[in-house]
Structure formats: structure tokens, C-alpha cells
């Protein structure tokens, strides 16, 4: 191998080199990006976390648990409503609901499952809280509650 031919060669490993260290950027890039997309995409999905106040409601087919809930006027407030009931009830598969028309807020769990609503009730008063899924839905008058809402 000559001289010309040894720095024919040198320029061409350092070319391949330079390829490479690019390649290996893009891909780093590529890789960092698709992380921070779905970071980004996990902590922004349409379930917001859970408020500092969080109450906990049971229900099946007597009812819920609790018949009054009380919480404060303008401070955020989640709700986590656990279905006791299997899948295997005829009315309404298990599944219960909680919902209070006023504030918008409703949250339906799976049988022998837990699901999370969270809201701000704004304006104090009482309210009705109910089920609409199981037993003659909201009129029925074992799967209501009262939510107060305390100045
Ligand atoms: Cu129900």
C-alpha cells in the first residue's frame, strides 16, 4: 500500500465515522423525542390527578355507603366510587354511577372497580348526588345522597 492509497483509506474510515456519529444523533434524538412525547402524553391524559381531598364512596345494590358528603365551596374534590357489586348482575352489569347534575361531575365504576372524578364545587348549598344506572335509576331513592357544599 502506497502513500496515496493509506490516505485514500484514512479519509474514508473518517467519513464512515463521521456517518455513524451522525446516525447514532438522529437515532438518540429520535429515541429522547418519542420518550418525552409520551411523558408528556402520560401526564397530560384527560383524567386530571387526584385532588388533595379525596373521598371515597362505595355503593351496590342497597345503595351507597354514605347518604351525605360534605365538602368545602371552591376547593377541588375527587370522588373515588367503588362498585361492589360482580359482573354479573342483570341491572346495570355491576356497574354504579355517581353524579351530581349542578357541577357537572359523573363517574361511573366497573363492577368490583373503582373509577375517580374530580371537580370543583363552586357554590355552596345541597345538592343530590345519585346513581342512574342500576334499579330504576335516580329515582330510586336508596342510590341518592346529599352533598353539601359548605360556604
Ligand atoms: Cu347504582
Not at 502513500?3 to 455513524?20: P, Y
Not at 447514532?24 to 386530571?48: D, M, N, R
Request: aromatic share 6%; proline share 6%; hydrophobic share 40%.
Amino acid at each position: 500500500m502506497n502513500k496515496q492509497q493509506q490516505q485514500a483509506l484514512a479519509a474514508r474510515r473518517a467519513r464512515q465515522k463521521r456517518v455513524r456519529a451522525i446516525a447514532f444523533g438522529l437515532i438518540t434524538v429520535i429515541v429522547l423525542g418519542v420518550s418525552v412525547s409520551l411523558l408528556v402524553s402520560a401526564f397530560s391524559s384527560k383524567t386530571p390527578p387526584p385532588a388533595a381531598n379525596t373521598i371515597d364512596i362505595a355503593a351496590d345494590m342497597g345503595g351507597f355507603n354514605m347518604q351525605e358528603v360534605r365538602v368545602k365551596a371552591g376547593q377541588p374534590v375527587t370522588v373515588r366510587l367503588t362498585s361492589l357489586d360482580g359482573p354479573h348482575h342483570t341491572d346495570g352489569g355491576g356497574k354504579h354511577q355517581w353524579a351530581v347534575d349542578e357541577f357537572g361531575a359523573s363517574v361511573i365504576a366497573p363492577a368490583e372497580g373503582s373509577n375517580l372524578v374530580t371537580f370543583t364545587p363552586d357554590k355552596p348549598g345541597s345538592y343530590t348526588y345519585y346513581c342512574d344506572i342500576c334499579c330504576g335509576g335516580r329515582a330510586n331513592p336508596t342510590m341518592q345522597g346529599k352533598l353539601v357544599v359548605e360556604a
